[in-house]
């Protein structure tokens, strides 16, 4: 069983889902309906609390457990090290890629696959020439991110 709520955020309304080993998934939504207290509700309520911290423009990052039993191990692994990259900071696909053993493609690849927007920042990684990159359809999105956090923080790149 999950827990989930949802969270009207500036770049729209987003779903929280969590087990009682962690947040499990977050991703932009439909309506909302209403919200479903059990096993993990702890997760969800942590993700609020984060998701209204950061949208407020506090430079935080999301600390709570995460629920990987679906990720592929190389996923867990890459999602575990965008995870560390600092509120208003970006780093190259490549530069993830060197600091992990992987080809620069297969770290665009676990990026799309993400699914927990902002708990694992997906949006921090970009094209070493800059550009944005995608980000599963929702390139506005990624875009409008970085924007923020560079105006809450000033710009930062690694």
Do not use: C, N
């Not at 209403?34 to 430079?59: I, N, S």
């Not at 190389?74 to 080809?103: D, E, N």
Request: net charge neutral; hydrophobic share 45%.
């Amino acid at each position: 069983m999950t827990a989930w709520a949802h969270f009207e955020s500036p770049v729209g309304l987003l779903r929280v889902e969590a087990t009682a080993a962690g947040l499990l998934r977050v991703r932009l939504a439909g309506a909302p309906s209403d919200e479903a207290a059990g096993a993990g509700w702890e997760h969800v309520e942590r993700f609020l609390d984060f998701a209204e911290r950061y949208f407020a423009g506090e430079l935080v990052g999301y600390q709570g457990a995460l629920d990987l039993e679906d990720a592929t191990p190389l996923q867990r692994r890459l999602w575990r090290y965008v995870r560390t990259i600092p509120y208003g900071s970006i780093q190259s696909y490549a530069r993830v890629g060197q600091a992990l053993g992987m080809h620069p493609r297969a770290v665009g690849a676990g990026m799309r696959a993400v699914p927990l927007l902002l708990a694992v920042p997906a949006h921090r990684v970009i094209h070493a020439d800059g550009r944005v990159g995608g980000f599963a359809g929702m390139e506005g999105i990624k875009a409008w991110l970085l924007d923020f956090e560079r105006a809450s923080r000033g710009t930062g790149t690694s």
